[in-house]
């Protein structure tokens, strides 16, 4: 088998690892004492290219770039992503960054806070507003959550690339059909719990936490939301819940398998006022039938006393067939594990693990 590279974003840098059959090397943190709320893995070009979103409490968000497997790490010598002079908003941190179709290399998305979409057509270098959505009328309405309000997911269509579906916090889920000139809602079937009774169902202000997408029907996305987790078969034109069998329907992360159709993992929670694990216990489940069922993910989680949770962007999966899955938690804990597969601790005693990202190496 071959060997899996690992990022892992935390709070004050950045940890890249190693390995293979449950042995794991990893560095010392690179990036040392900014706080890396998004990582990413670009192997469209000749050369992998890895990205860190990187905040300073001193010098503010960035977004760095590196070459050599983050021998080094490098940036533009002016902010890369910054909104225009005639826009009256500052760049609170980059929630996303996710690489474009393989057809188009050097094309290369952000998602911010405040909700913005931002598009790089230098590979990852230099990037600038997507105005449509920016400029969308719904905007005044989109509230902040919990974390904040941002665009912390971006589904590029696999197929058909003039399509790109965001999902914000909070404010739901929007779409483009026409590379990013216009932008609709697509949250029909979607429950917002925190609203009263004959309010539940709006068109937009849904708080979605993360949406993935099917590697064998690319109209298929997976959602897991604020209180509840679907499934759609037409790139979110409606969505179904697919929450029977698990043992809470809140959580921030959801994962579609990389290489297995119809498999989708997820990290429950209890609901939105017990913010802990069912039991207490650490468990990741995962679905083979595109929800139609639920059932614990391998064995050697810690089974009590387990206070932590997974955020948003914090699970990910590899291209291995099986595929590993890999996790990280606020309490600085890395595991890698999978489908058939005992979980290993990869790291511990980090500081909170914000986002993850894995790739098999050649």
């Known amino acids: 088998m071959a060997d899996t590279l690992l990022l892992a974003g935390t709070r004050k840098g950045l940890l890249i690892a190693r390995g293979r059959a449950g042995s794991w090397e990893a560095e010392p943190l690179a990036l040392p004492m900014t706080a890396v709320y998004a990582v990413g893995i670009d192997t469209r070009r000749p050369t992998l290219r890895l990205f860190a979103a990187a905040t300073s409490e001193h010098w503010g968000p960035t977004i760095l770039h590196s070459d050599d497997l983050g021998a080094t790490w490098g940036e533009p010598d002016h902010a890369p992503v910054a909104f225009p002079k005639d826009i009256d908003a500052a760049l609170g941190r980059v929630w996303q960054i996710q690489p474009g179709p393989a057809s188009e290399p050097n094309l290369v998305y952000a998602g911010t806070e405040p909700s913005a979409l931002f598009v790089s057509h230098d590979g990852g270098i230099n990037f600038e507003l997507v105005r449509a959505l920016w400029d969308h009328p719904h905007r005044e309405n989109w509230a902040p959550g919990y ?117 989708a993992y997820v990290f429950p929670l209890v609901s939105d006022y017990q913010r802990f694990t069912p039991d207490y216990r650490c468990r990741v489940f995962g679905t083979d039938d595109a929800g139609g069922s639920w059932s614990e993910v391998g064995v050697g989680l810690p089974q009590s006393g387990f206070y932590s949770i997974v955020l948003r962007d914090a699970f990910t999966a590899d291209s291995h067939d099986p595929a590993g899955l890999y996790f990280g938690t606020r309490s600085g804990e890395l595991f890698a594990g999978g489908v058939g597969r005992s979980w290993t601790r990869v790291a511990e005693n980090l500081p909170d693990v914000l986002s993850v990202r894995a790739m098999v190496l050649d």
């Open 147 to 263: 974390g904040g309000q941002a665009v912390h997911t971006i589904v590029p269509h696999p197929e058909q690339h003039d399509r790109v579906l965001v999902a914000m916090s909070a404010g739901g889920v929007y779409r483009t059909f026409d590379g990013g000139e216009s932008w609709a809602p697509a949250n029909k079937g979607v429950k917002a719990t925190f609203l009263p009774e004959e309010q539940r169902y709006p068109e937009y202000g849904q708080c979605v936490h993360k949406v993935s997408g099917d590697c064998g029907n690319p109209d298929r996305l997976y959602l897991q939301n604020h209180n509840g987790v679907y499934r759609t078969d037409d790139w979110g034109t409606s969505w179904t819940s697919i929450a029977d069998g698990l043992p809470g329907e809140f959580g921030f992360s959801i994962v579609a398998d990389p290489v297995r159709p119809d498999y």
